[in-house]
């Protein structure tokens, strides 16, 4: 007896589903377009952001007998200047900071939404990435950096040639989620009027007077999203893994390997 | 005039006193064996000789020239001073033949077709010539220490520093690395090496160091060390070492 209505609503669900997508198929391929960009460009510029801020508080909380005391001041500064970075954006939603940012800058910057929606979504990656980044430089062995000292590298190369590869191959798991996050969460950017998927869906909303048409749909199209992105970085990552086997053929058997050369 | 000479080097960790005003050096070509228990500072020792420890007080003499003070760059004077870890240290984003071939590029600024070159000439020599685009994570702990020697001497270092070099490895790797060393020793390359391997301290060293407790306790033209060490201490050691 109950059955019926629940069926016939599901039914009309259906319906509506379809009506959204038949009519509104260009307003949600934009918005996904524009999601898949924004969350794209926000956690590679997030990554740079992260590299930068993530090896200076690397290098600010390592410890050397060798530093001057003008040196240690510095290192002390850096640190607590990134914190306040890092615990800031971490420490409030996005979608405020997108709201804070977006209407104090725009009498100067004069930014469109889209502009403003990269810029506020790369700052917030960035902070995360910071902390992903200092956490995977110090999962690198101390001993990579003292091979690296031995044959005369500089601080500065032995990060560059030797670290930040190794972290950052350490840490793709993590980076990779950053950016399934971010397909997501760039959602709240809807608030400062950027027309990513979730803008869409309530601009058909209005449109068609339904709530649930458009929101099954777009939570269907981000699910696609996310899903997609998570298996292309797991093959991403599985390669990665694999990339070491380059060695020719005829000296990858387990034999050869085994093998000493005396 | 001595390659290395080491005056008055002290150093602490904390309050741990490690090296008490030290003396030592090594000539051109000579082999050197460091040996005593864990703790007695020779592990420390070495790490001050390419500066991976900063000393607290003493100088460092390298060809006559004082590295502390002077205004020899320290990355300069680290690729002439060659090290070979205990735990081999090799660079695992690279493959072996880059491991060898990245610091001649970016710190001697080589030209990369050269430094292939050289880098493929020291990993033959120590037998490693099959493995160029292996990755160290797929060699064995005998075939990385070999590696990390072929990394060294890619560099033109003139000393090589070794800090127990086989302490690593497994008994049946030990050899290959030990043979190595041996043909560098012979080849007259100057070496100083922290060792528990007596029997290697005793045919390839032309003078083995005693340290305990952070001082310089003995030292000697290796065979007569071993056959009549003078210090009760050197004795004792000896004499767990044998049994």
Excluded at chain 2, 176 to 194: F, Q, S, W, Y
Aim: overall charge neutral; glycine content about 8%; proline content about 2%.
């Amino acid at each position: 007896m109950n059955l019926i209505p629940l069926v016939l609503s599901n039914v009309s669900l259906m319906d509506k589903a379809m009506k959204v997508v038949t009519q509104y198929q260009s307003l949600l391929i934009k918005g996904a377009i524009n999601t898949v960009i924004v969350a794209l460009i926000g956690t590679i510029v997030g990554l740079v952001i992260g590299l930068v801020i993530g090896a200076i508080r690397f290098v600010s909380l390592s410890h050397d007998r060798k530093d001057s005391k003008i040196t240690v001041i510095c290192k002390k500064i850096l640190y607590f200047l990134t914190s306040c970075y890092v615990e800031i954006f971490r420490g409030t939603p996005m979608m405020v900071q997108a709201m804070f940012l977006y209407w104090s800058l725009k009498q100067s910057l004069n930014w469109t939404p889209y502009f403003a929606a990269i810029c506020i979504i790369s700052i917030n990656t960035g902070a995360y990435m910071a902390e992903i980044v200092r956490s995977g430089i110090q999962s690198v062995d101390k001993g990579q950096n003292e091979g690296a000292r031995s044959i005369g590298m500089t601080d500065m190369q032995a990060m560059f040639y030797v670290i930040l590869p190794q972290a950052i191959k350490n840490a793709f798991p993590s980076i990779g989620n950053e950016f399934v996050v971010n397909i997501k969460d760039s959602c709240v950017l809807n608030c400062i009027g950027f027309a990513e998927l979730f803008f869409q869906a309530k601009s058909i909303q209005g449109s068609v007077f339904d709530y649930t048409g458009p929101f099954l749909v777009v939570g269907i199209m981000y699910f696609v999203l996310t899903f997609t992105t998570t298996r292309i970085l797991g093959i991403i990552e599985e390669k990665m893994n694999h990339t070491h086997s380059s060695i020719p053929a005829s000296d990858t058997t387990a034999n050869s390997i085994q093998r000493g050369g005396f | 005039m001595a390659l290395i000479e080491i005056n008055h080097l002290g150093k602490s960790f904390g309050t741990l006193e490690v090296l008490k005003d030290t003396n030592f050096h090594v000539d051109q070509g000579e082999v050197v064996c460091l040996i005593g228990s864990s703790g007695s500072g020779k592990s420390t020792l070495l790490r001050c000789v390419n500066l991976l420890e900063t000393p607290d007080s003493g100088e460092i003499l390298y060809k006559g020239e004082n590295i502390l003070t002077s205004k020899m760059n320290i990355n300069t004077y680290r690729t002439k001073v060659g090290m070979v870890f205990q735990s081999f240290n090799l660079f695992n984003n690279m493959s072996v033949l880059d491991n060898c071939i990245i610091g001649q590029v970016k710190v001697l600024k080589k030209n990369k077709n050269v430094a292939h070159e050289n880098a493929v000439k020291y990993l033959n020599k120590v037998g490693m010539g099959n493995f160029l685009h292996a990755n160290p994570t797929q060699l064995s702990g005998g075939q990385k220490q070999r590696v990390a020697i072929a990394r060294a001497l890619a560099m033109d270092s003139e000393v090589l520093l070794f800090d127990e070099p086989t302490s690593a490895l497994d008994p049946e790797m030990v050899n290959e690395v030990l043979n190595v060393m041996r043909d560098l020793a012979n080849e007259g390359l100057t070496m100083i090496i922290v060792t528990h391997e007596m029997n290697f301290a005793k045919e390839v060293a032309n003078r083995v160091v005693f340290m305990d407790r952070g001082i310089i306790l003995e030292e000697g033209e290796a065979k007569e060390f071993f056959n009549n060490p003078k210090e009760e201490r050197t004795k004792e050691f000896l004499g767990m070492i044998r049994k």
